[in-house]
């Protein structure tokens, strides 16, 4: 039982070109979330996936696209990398998107935009 | 809004004794929930304890516990015995209904 695993762990991009974050759990989760990290700063919202076939804005959304590709996975997209998109990103998932429900984490994906 | 404010940026402990991270929260609802995670040098962020609002009760997890008053709107974690491995950030977190709102850390440092 891996939890949730994120691929890359590193990554250096040019400002300008794409990539995506990968992300999977094997908790049979139904949500999944992605946040960034800044220094200095707690975890932000980026995008959710309260169940398998949608997707919703988090708190800090432009700049990035997401797909739920099936129940395990929820990938993270940037289609035009910015110097400020530099940060450390996480994947979550949870029994459900409920009141109260406990996150779990991933070991973070480190992106560095040049 | 909701607000979660961490006080203390860093914080430092001997092994062995006690050490209480601070954490107030701002808030008009009622029922809600909290979390303290743990972030060690890994970046692996791991729940620490959880707390229900309703709950008069303070939350226990062997070494870790908390102490919650809803009044103040305070959720601070005490940390017994302190181990070389607690060194980590801690991050106190707001859920309401189902938005997990974070605080900007407390960086804790145990010394042998």
């Known amino acids: 039982n891996a939890g949730v695993t994120q691929t890359p762990k590193f990554q250096v991009l040019k400002t300008g070109q794409s990539m995506t974050l990968q992300c999977a759990q094997d908790m049979n989760h139904n949500s999944m979330y992605w946040y960034r990290q800044d220094p200095g700063m707690g975890l932000r919202l980026i995008y959710y996936s309260a169940s398998e076939g949608t997707t919703d804005k988090g708190e800090v959304p432009n700049g990035y696209n997401v797909s739920r590709l099936n129940k395990r996975e929820f990938s993270l997209r940037l289609e035009s990398a910015a110097p400020s998109q530099t940060s450390v990103y996480f994947c979550?998932?949870?029994?459900?998107?409920?009141?109260?429900?406990?996150?779990?984490f991933g070991p973070g994906t480190r992106l560095l935009v040049l | 809004a909701q607000t979660v404010t961490q006080s203390q940026p860093e914080m430092s402990v001997q092994e062995a004794e006690t050490v209480t991270l601070s954490c107030t929260y701002d808030?008009?609802?009622?029922?809600?929930?909290l979390f303290w995670y743990k972030q060690p040098p890994s970046r692996q962020m791991i729940l620490v304890i959880r707390?229900?609002?309703?709950?008069?009760q303070n939350a226990t997890e062997n070494r870790f516990s908390v102490n919650f008053q809803k009044a103040a709107k305070s959720f601070s974690l005490k940390i017994s015995d302190s181990q070389l491995g607690d060194t980590a950030m801690y991050f106190c977190?707001?859920?309401?209904?189902?938005?997990?709102?974070f605080g900007t850390g407390t960086r804790l440092q145990v010394f042998p």
């Open positions: 707390q229900e609002a309703y709950k008069q």
């Open positions: 979550a998932s949870s029994a459900y998107r409920g009141s109260g429900e406990t996150q779990y």
């Open positions: 977190a707001f859920m309401k209904p189902d938005k997990l709102i």
């Open positions: 808030t008009s609802e009622n029922n809600y929930y």
